[in-house]
């Protein structure tokens, strides 16, 4: 299955198996199409209107009416259709999800699910294709996952509902439609625990998300150079998994960390900053980061595919670290 199919499984499964998992909005039943991708298809038909709920264009709406449900016991799962339109209700997010617990004294918790699409590369322009993780994960009280392939979109979302604080759960459009295998029993994968690829000893790459795609189609030519490659999956952003990246970085010398999202201000930069805290003196070669430029993402065909870090770019690099 491809990783859209993979979402609608994990959906299904959890609510098939809690009655408390709730669906909530834009376009999102089956009347309209089953959401933007087809994410939510069969859902409303299964479990009802009750359960699915198709919202007004209003995502302060969406979140706000997902987080009283999760308050009266609920385990909500709101859509924000793309991950630009989730800073609309960046304040119910920021002030009121990610805080109540720590603010309650651990009273009353938040285990509301935000799924939302992004991803440049598709002609969306510059309010509708923004990666904009770090700005999450900078909101003590939010976990941000980030996956890249289908098995790790229906286990991972499957942890994000069960889990009892409120999670970002970003669907990037370059990692939506490639197939493969998803095992039929796949069950929940534990939040905060990146997935090592592609073993190696040269150089470890660090990604996520659609990112982890291209650093995947960079690994030929890299293997051809000669260049033995560790490739780290973060898949959770916050948490990361630092004992897995340092085990890496500490074993391989050299680092490359790559995101889609824009290199200044960065997830990479807190990673890049951790690693050399940790291993100074160890590492072989700084810490290389690779990022979007500082800029909105381009209309422009031409320039949004500069804008990405593309195979090469990840290839060029990784080559310039090796010497």
Known sequence: MNSLQAVNAALMEAMEQDPKVLVL???????????????????????????????????????????????????????????NFTTVAMDMIFNHAAKLRFMSGGQS????????????????????????????????????VAPSNPADYKGLLLSCIQDPDPCIFIESAGSLFIPAEVAVDQGPIPLGKARIAQEGTDVTIVTWSSQAVR???????????????????????????????????AKTGRVVIAHEAMRSFGPGAEIAATINEELFGQLKAPVRRLGAPYSPVPFSK??????L??????????????G
Do not use: N
């Open 215 to 249: 650093c995947q189609a960079a690994l030929p030519a890299l293997a051809e150079a000669g260049i033995s490659v560790e490739l780290v999956d973060l898949r959770t952003i916050s948490p990361w998994d630092k004992q897995a990246v340092l085990a890496s970085a």
């Open 109 to 144: 918790q938040v285990p509301i699910t935000i799924r939302t699409l992004t991803g440049a590369g598709w002609q969306t322009a510059g309010q509708h294709a923004d990666h904009l993780e770090g700005w999450f994960a900078h909101s003590a009280g939010l976990k941000v």
């Open 302 to 307: 031409p320039l949004e595919d500069a804008f």
């Open 25 to 83: 909005g834009e376009d999102i039943g089956d009347r309209e199409g089953g959401g933007v991708t087809g994410a939510t298809a069969g859902l409303s038909t299964k479990f009802g209107d009750l359960r699915v709920r198709t919202t007004p264009i209003s995502e302060q709406a969406i979140i706000g009416a997902a987080i009283g449900a999760a308050l009266g016991g609920y385990k909500p799962v709101a859509e924000i259709m793309l991950m």
């Open 309 to 322: 870090v593309s195979p090469e770019k990840v290839v060029e690099t990784v080559k310039a670290l090796m």
